[in-house]
């Protein structure tokens, strides 16, 4: 039986001028025993939104049940006919899909709908399109776009082109040349990964520099909307976009925090996780991703108010695997239980509970980014996974000696300071363990702690 959704979208003024939008999901009838639950309700929601954070005008949305998949069209011929007349009685010029349709499906559902017709992949990469602010952004959002394109019919929609922004999908003739062929358009993915190039190399650089100071490297990662850009703000008082919007950011961003003893570390804010991610945003968001992967602790950041986490957990967990991090069994990766204002008492105590039961090692820390409530716990929390693969010794230092203390302020983080009875100075730094020999070399008295 096929179930049925209304959806108003908000109003805006006219001037505006919102493209009135039809947003349909396909749910497969039958679920493999390893795929995670999520319900349709939710699912039908996240596409609403992925719609709506382009400012589209979603007039109706719609769930449908499928037994099997179309190879020409991917929906039933019936529910093609029913979604026709829906289209043209509520007047959309757009009908979003939340699926992965092949070139030849969304030629033929265009013919049958006469409107134009996207598919998740390339809603998600038009909100990148919008949502993409550094140069690098837009290099890789450009770069995913073309890589997918390349393989399509590449052709204008001008009843749209009074629509701006993005990658084409809702921009009409724009800044990837949607009528070129693809000789061009391989040729500009060529121009592209070189200047990506020199972004890796300038970012290597850059993470090279860091490990000099050394200031630790603490990422934030999780599903879209999950709360990272809030609980950025919360760790570093800084004021990051955030928004109760999908993506509402998208390029990395770094400030330093604190942490309980007084050392500093470097928190990283990334792009949000969804689920049937484009293969294309994975590959083009690689370097950006390189934080995380070379990350010396990885916040794993879950909306545990959501019906879906964990399903949303398990998306996140896969882009992880992709990246070679191993959530299970990796020990920089510690859990985040966020939004936990959202939960009445009972569902607040069973998820503390949950979380107690935990082994300590792999015990995740509940918080409200928006509130406050758990961030000393996960400050601590931070600070304790650093300080396992860290090693802290007491360096002697003769009073004259005041390089050698800039010294260790440079290559370690210094816990303690006294002035022994002689002047000289007893400092207690916490250093990487591959650096201790180092510090041997350097000072004469060097004692652990």
């Given at each position: 039986?096929?179930?049925?959704?209304g959806?108003?979208?908000?109003g805006?003024?006219?001037?505006?001028?919102?493209?009135?939008?039809?947003?349909?999901?396909?749910?497969?009838s039958?679920?493999?025993?390893?795929?995670?639950?999520?319900?349709?309700?939710?699912r039908?929601?996240?596409?609403?939104?992925?719609?709506?954070?382009?400012?589209?005008?979603v007039?109706?949305?719609?769930?449908?049940?499928?037994?099997e998949?179309r190879?020409?069209?991917?929906?039933?011929?019936?529910?093609?006919?029913?979604?026709?007349d829906?289209?043209?009685?509520e007047?959309?010029?757009?009908?979003?899909?939340?699926?992965?349709?092949?070139?030849v499906?969304q030629?033929?559902?265009?013919?049958?709908f006469?409107?134009?017709?996207?598919?998740?992949?390339?809603?998600?990469?038009?909100?990148?399109?919008?949502r993409?602010?550094?140069?690098?952004?837009?290099?890789?959002?450009?770069?995913?776009?073309?890589?997918?394109?390349?393989?399509?019919l590449?052709?204008?929609w001008?009843?749209?082109e009074?629509?701006?922004?993005?990658?084409?999908?809702?921009?009409g003739?724009?800044?990837?040349?949607?009528?070129?062929?693809?000789?061009?358009?391989g040729e500009?993915?060529?121009?592209?990964?070189?200047?990506?190039?020199?972004?890796?190399?300038?970012?290597g650089?850059?993470?090279?520099?860091?490990?000099?100071?050394?200031?630790?490297?603490?990422?934030?990662?999780g599903?879209?909307?999950?709360?990272?850009?809030?609980?950025?703000?919360r760790?570093?008082?800084?004021e990051?976009?955030a928004?109760?919007m999908?993506?509402?950011?998208l390029?990395?961003t770094?400030?330093?925090?604190?942490?309980?003893?007084?050392?500093?570390?470097?928190?990283?804010?990334t792009?949000g996780?969804?689920?049937?991610?484009?293969?294309?945003l994975?590959?083009?968001?690689?370097a950006t991703?390189?934080?995380?992967?070379?990350?010396d602790?990885?916040?794993?950041?879950?909306?545990?108010?959501?019906?879906?986490?964990?399903?949303?957990?398990?998306?996140?967990?896969?882009?992880?695997?992709?990246?070679?991090?191993?959530?299970q069994a990796?020990?920089?990766?510690?859990?985040?239980?966020?939004k936990?204002?959202?939960l009445?008492e009972?569902?607040r105590?069973?998820?503390?509970?949950?979380?107690?039961r935990r082994?300590?090692?792999?015990?995740?820390v509940l918080?409200?980014?928006?509130t406050?409530e758990?961030?000393?716990?996960?400050l601590?929390?931070?600070?304790?996974?650093?300080?396992?693969?860290?090693?802290?010794?007491v360096v002697?230092?003769p009073?004259?000696?005041?390089?050698?203390?800039?010294?260790?302020?440079?290559?370690?983080?210094?816990m303690?300071?006294k002035?022994?009875e002689?002047?000289?100075?007893?400092?207690?730094?916490?250093i990487?363990?591959?650096?201790v020999?180092?510090?041997?070399r350097?000072?004469?008295?060097?004692?652990?702690?």
């Amino acid at each position: 039986m096929n179930e049925t959704t209304g959806h108003n979208g908000q109003g805006y003024s006219s001037r505006n001028a919102r493209t009135r939008a039809l947003v349909v999901t396909p749910i497969l009838s039958g679920r493999r025993a390893d795929e995670p639950l999520r319900g349709p309700a939710a699912r039908l929601e996240e596409a609403v939104g992925l719609a709506e954070a382009i400012d589209l005008d979603v007039a109706e949305s719609r769930l449908v049940t499928l037994s099997e998949i179309r190879p020409a069209t991917y929906l039933g011929k019936g529910k093609v006919a029913e979604l026709a007349d829906l289209a043209k009685a509520e007047e959309v010029e757009l009908v979003v899909i939340d699926a992965a349709l092949s070139p030849v499906q969304q030629r033929n559902l265009e013919k049958e709908f006469g409107s134009k017709v996207i598919d998740r992949t390339g809603l998600i990469l038009e909100i990148f399109g919008r949502r993409a602010r550094t140069k690098e952004g837009v290099l890789q959002v450009e770069h995913a776009h073309l890589t997918w394109q390349k393989s399509r019919l590449v052709r204008s929609w001008t009843h749209l082109e009074r629509q701006r922004g993005g990658f084409g999908f809702l921009g009409g003739p724009g800044e990837t040349q949607i009528e070129a062929d693809r000789r061009v358009i391989g040729e500009r993915i060529l121009k592209i990964e070189r200047e990506l190039e020199q972004v890796r190399r300038t970012r290597g650089l850059h993470r090279a520099g860091r490990k000099r100071v050394p200031y630790p490297v603490v990422a934030l990662v999780g599903y879209t909307n999950a709360g990272k850009s809030t609980l950025f703000n919360r760790l570093t008082r800084a004021e990051v976009t955030a928004a109760d919007m999908l993506f509402a950011t998208l390029d990395p961003t770094l400030r330093q925090i604190r942490l309980p003893h007084g050392a500093h570390a470097i928190l990283s804010d990334t792009v949000g996780f969804i689920s049937e991610l484009p293969t294309q945003l994975i590959a083009a968001f690689r370097a950006t991703l390189e934080e995380v992967i070379e990350a010396d602790v990885i916040l794993h950041v879950r909306d545990v108010s959501h019906e879906d986490a964990d399903a949303q957990a398990s998306d996140v967990e896969t882009v992880l695997r992709d990246l070679g991090i191993d959530p299970q069994a990796d020990e920089r990766v510690v859990e985040v239980w966020n939004k936990v204002d959202r939960l009445d008492e009972g569902a607040r105590a069973s998820m503390a509970a949950t979380a107690a039961r935990r082994d300590a090692e792999r015990r995740p820390v509940l918080v409200s980014a928006l509130t406050g409530e758990g961030e000393d716990a996960l400050l601590a929390a931070i600070e304790e996974r650093l300080s396992a693969r860290r090693e802290t010794v007491v360096v002697t230092i003769p009073a004259d000696d005041g390089a050698g203390e800039n010294w260790l302020h440079r290559h370690g983080d210094v816990m303690d300071r006294k002035i022994a009875e002689d002047g000289a100075v007893q400092v207690t730094v916490r250093i990487e363990a591959g650096r201790v020999d180092g510090v041997r070399r350097r000072f004469d008295s060097v004692s652990a702690v």
